[in-house]
Nanobody, 124 residues
Framework: QVQLVESGGGLVQTGESLRLSCKVS????????MAWFRQAPGKMREFVAA????????NYADSVRDRFTISKQPSNNTMWLQMNSLKPEDTAIYYC?????????????????WGQGTQVTVSA
C-alpha cells in the first residue's frame, strides 16, 4: 500500500515563501508522474504543478508559473513545492498526487494516489 503524506503548510504573510513536502512510502512508485493540486473553500480542486517521473518535464498552472517550483528525488520518495511571493489567493489545502498514467496532465481524475493535504494560509 502506498501512502503520500504532505507537510510544510502554515500561515504566512503576502510575499513570503513556503516549501511543501510530499513523502511517499510503501511500494515503489519511482515511475509515477507526480503533481500538486489545491482546493480552496467552496471551490473545486485545481491543478498547481506536475513533474514527470524522469524529472525532465514539468507543468504549471498559469496562476503559479514563475512563483512556484516543483521538484522531486529521482526515486520519487519525496517531492517538493517551493512557493515564493505567496498571495492571499494561494490560500488552500494543498494535495500531492501520483499517477501511473502517461503524461503530466492537469486533471485530478487522472491521478490514482492522493495525500490527505496540508493547509496553506496567506494573510493580506
Amino acid at each position: 500500500q502506498v501512502q503520500l503524506v504532505e507537510s510544510g503548510g502554515g500561515l504566512v504573510q503576502t510575499g513570503e515563501s513556503l516549501r511543501l513536502s510530499c513523502k511517499v512510502s510503501g511500494r515503489t512508485v519511482y515511475n509515477y508522474n507526480m503533481a500538486w493540486f489545491r482546493q480552496a473553500p467552496g471551490k473545486m480542486r485545481e491543478f498547481v504543478a506536475a513533474i514527470a517521473w524522469t524529472g525532465t518535464s514539468t507543468n504549471y498552472a498559469d496562476s503559479v508559473r514563475d512563483r512556484f517550483t516543483i521538484s522531486k528525488q529521482p526515486s520519487n520518495n519525496t517531492m517538493w513545492l517551493q512557493m515564493n511571493s505567496l498571495k492571499p489567493e494561494d490560500t488552500a489545502i494543498y494535495y500531492c498526487a501520483a499517477t501511473a498514467g502517461y503524461g503530466i496532465l492537469p486533471s485530478p481524475e487522472r491521478y490514482q494516489l492522493w495525500g490527505q493535504g496540508t493547509q496553506v494560509t496567506v494573510s493580506a
